[in-house]
């Protein structure tokens, strides 16, 4: 990057702040996706909302691209940067500000930890329900760009849900404030969810004010395994028309469960086509009613075998299962690629079954897992970047799959965004109307086209 | 090899490309690792996060990057505490990565100076290769330890004129044990079991009496237990600093002198130590004449507080009466939390202890800072893990402290006296012997 720019972004932020070193510049080159590298120009350290003002307003000046970032755990390429690009990294604006039981919200700079905030919440018998894989080391910045979901969406939505107001700089170096604390706001436009799940192409946000809910009381979780991907579909149907709404439903394929017995030897039964986690929250006395009844559910379809945790030990082992099922998939092969087809709930089976068959046309490997009771789905291609042959049958698998999500009336992600890696299926998702409002909106607000170019749409 | 043949070498050789890239390429880059890893945690910057280190090595490995001294300072900032291999969902094998980046830095002579050339020379090719030469260097560090020359120096207000780096050095030599570890085959009251004993280094000349307490317990859980004379240092100084020909040669040494197919377990007592005997089998996976033995080895390697557990050790008794209530911690040596996933088996034998009551230590499975040779090297990052590790020590009230590993014991020690803090630190095989004492 040219002298003159860093030094200018030394005298705002300060020499540590400011990283150019090859090696400096090269960690920065990925997220948490596959085969995706590029070296920024540039990565910087800001700590408050005026000096990322700055940061955009000399990069709009001088036209430089700007690509914001929190911990890098994103899986679809939205934080990798563009080539000579400043990286703005929120992971020092780090503060949970306030914590307003009398509303119950949260107020928090981007680069807050996921689970510090739930952690922060829980002391003060409140909870923040979204739960992404990553929540240990996400953002709640990258949450929101990302709009991340988790196990818990059926019953309590994902970060959308939460998001109240935002502070938010524009490519200007304009501070934007949207939203407020109260629960009914129709004051303009909706602006804040415009940011909600935008990866950074619209603005960066510097604060946002998270709605919180009271922590349940009681939890109770069980693990059924089915003969068929149908009896296991309509297990959750059937549970939701009774109606019973569970805070998780998450659902294995066959692939994935041999896969997670060999890695985390939970003793699941390996002669079944899929397995149910569920879980129900609330009161003790509702939860153990739910629990009871989802157990009938489950044998009236056949359930091969219902297991109730007795305790809190017991519902974690059970829990453990799914949450095995991403590494326990990453172990197996080289390259792990892990997407998010999304469907409607009850065509659900229809997709699982033509995800397998896809793997059996294309003799590739795909273990499918994912969040049942909300239709998004994770077949996650277990392959080899170095096998360029493979890789190609992988792609071909991928377009077919989105294709099938699309003519399903489902979505190309669920939560894991557009970024790079699904861009190209998106003009046959949302067509030339959708893709053209998108276009106005970009141009509206970023009109020199800097912050995060390239990402999702072009 | 001499230097200059050393540096041919490197210029047309890079361990990391050698390195089997699935190796490298196991890890999704998913970030899970950033949050355990005690660097990032301090630093927030990716470069010194697991995942940042496997980027650089993957980078060398694919000829985009040099291994320049940047690189180089950044494979040893790393602790080498392993957390991150616990937190990893892939299954990344990083102590193999960071042990072969190291030895591609000396390869590469990064991080060449005269001095470092002479200290590395002196500790790896020179003490730590001959037990005899240790403990004549120990006999030495006694007498001036015994004779009051330290006191003396300590009262006198001298110390103060020394570098700062030389007093932080001297709070840090252990204590040296009034005798080492004898040597001798000890056979069992009642002999079911026989076992080989490893003394370590450190182990045998400051904490001997760890050895004899493992002994003791050994013996009275039914072990004959085998102490062969030729035994080396276990070679994982070597490993942790990018020699792995040293390494190498420890272990060669160490299968010559134990009989592995005579011996139902080689049991260690010190967390680096066992964590490095594990992976002889790795290490000499392309020697032709040990691999065999070295793979026997690896099965039967066995911490002491996994063994015990393993063949159900003899509960203490006492007179419920006796029954004490000072309050007693666990520290997790990395090493064995992480290196060799040993949490529960400790615990279990603590546990059984009548004297003791259990409390919970915070983070205790944080790295203390001692990491080997760490807290010499990088004194700063050294210390503030030891500051955490003691507050976490003052908050949880615990009167007895155990560690199973000498290099955190002699850490933390030195973190408590400098805190004034009264606090026993104690091996849990020292403890249970202890225990059996007072039956």
Known sequence: MDNRIVSRLTDLLGEDRVLTKPEDLLVYGYDATPMMHETPGCVLFPDSTEQIGAILRLANAERIAVVTRGSGTGLSGGSIPVPHCIVVCTVRMDRILEIDRANLTARVQPGVLTAKLDEAAKACGLFYPPDPGSIKISTIGGNVANNSGGLRGLKYGVTRDYVMALEVVLASGDILRTGTACMKDVAGYNLKDLFVSSQGTLGVITEILLRLVPKPASKRTLLATFPSIQAAAETVSSIIAEPIVPCTLEFLDRMTISCVEDYAHIGLPLDCEALLLMETDGHPLVTEEEARAMERIAREHGALQVQIAKDDFEAERLASARRSASPALARVAPTTILEDATVPRNRLAEMVTFIQKTAEKYQIRIGTFGHMGDGNLHPTFLTDERNTDEIHRVEQGFAEIFEKAIALGGTITGEHGVGLAKKRFLPALIGQVGLNVHREVKRAFDPNMILNPGKIFD | ?439
Not at chain 2, 51 to 60: C, K, S, T, W
Not at chain 2, 125 to 147: D, I, K
Not at chain 2, 345 to 350: F, G, H, R
């Open chain 2, 1 to 439: 090899m001499n230097r200059s043949q050393l540096s041919d070498f490197a210029a047309n050789h890079s361990m990391l490309k050698d390195l089997d890239y699935s190796i490298l390429q196991q890890c999704i880059h998913c970030g899970m690792c950033l949050p355990t890893c005690p660097t990032y945690d301090a630093t927030k910057l990716e470069i010194s996060s697991p995942r940042g280190r496997i980027a650089l090595m993957r980078a060398v490995a694919d000829g985009k990057l040099e291994t320049s001294q940047t690189f180089a300072e950044e494979m040893y900032f790393c602790l080498g505490c392993l957390a991150c291999e616990t937190a990893c969902p892939a299954g990344v094998n990083y102590n193999h990565l960071i042990e072969t980046a190291r030895v591609e830095v000396e390869h590469a002579g990064a991080l060449d100076s005269v001095k470092r050339n002479l200290l590395r020379n002196f500790f790896l090719s020179w003490l730590f290769r001959s037990r005899w030469r240790l403990r004549f260097a120990a006999r030495l560090l006694w007498f001036y330890q015994r004779l009051g020359i330290q006191a003396l120096l300590r009262r006198s207000g001298a110390m103060k004129w020394l570098p700062k780096t030389w007093r932080d050095l001297e709070a840090l030599t252990p204590t040296i044990s009034d005798s080492f570890t004898s040597l001798d085959r000890v056979p069992a009251l009642s002999s079911s079991r026989r076992v080989g004993l490893l003394i370590g280094c450190i182990q045998d000349v400051a904490f001997a009496h760890v050895n004899r307490d493992t002994i003791y317990v050994l013996e009275q859980n039914g072990c004959e237990i085998v102490l062969p004379l030729e035994q080396a240092c276990c070679g994982s100084l070597h490993a942790h600093n990018g020699d792995l020909e040293g390494a190498r040669a420890q272990a060669r040494r160490n299968l010559d002198a134990f009989d592995v197919d005579l011996l139902d377990a080689i049991i260690i007592n010190a967390a680096g130590c066992g964590s490095q005997m594990k992976h002889y089998d790795r290490l000499l996976e392309n020697d032709p004449v040990y691999m065999q033995k070295a793979k026997v080895w690896s099965k039967k390697v066995r911490d002491i507080t996994e063994y015990l557990v393993e063949i159900g050790f003899r509960k203490p008794q006492s007179d419920p009466a006796s029954h004490g209530t000072a309050l007693l911690a666990y520290h997790e040596a990395c090493h064995l939390v992480h290196g060799q996933k040993i949490s529960a088996q400790p615990k279990e034998i603590l546990k059984s202890l009548p004297h003791y009551t259990w409390v919970e230590l915070p983070e205790a499975a944080w790295c203390c800072g001692s990491a080997g040779i760490y807290n010499i090297t990088h004194p700063d990052m050294a210390t503030t893990l030891l500051e955490r590790k003691i507050s976490h020590i003052m908050s949880s009230g615990a009167h007895v402290l155990a560690s199973a590993n000498p290099g955190c014991t002699l850490q933390i020690l030195a973190g408590l006296k400098k805190q004034g803090m009264n606090v026993r630190v104690e091996h849990p095989v020292s403890l249970l012997a202890d225990a059996y004492r007072n039956e």
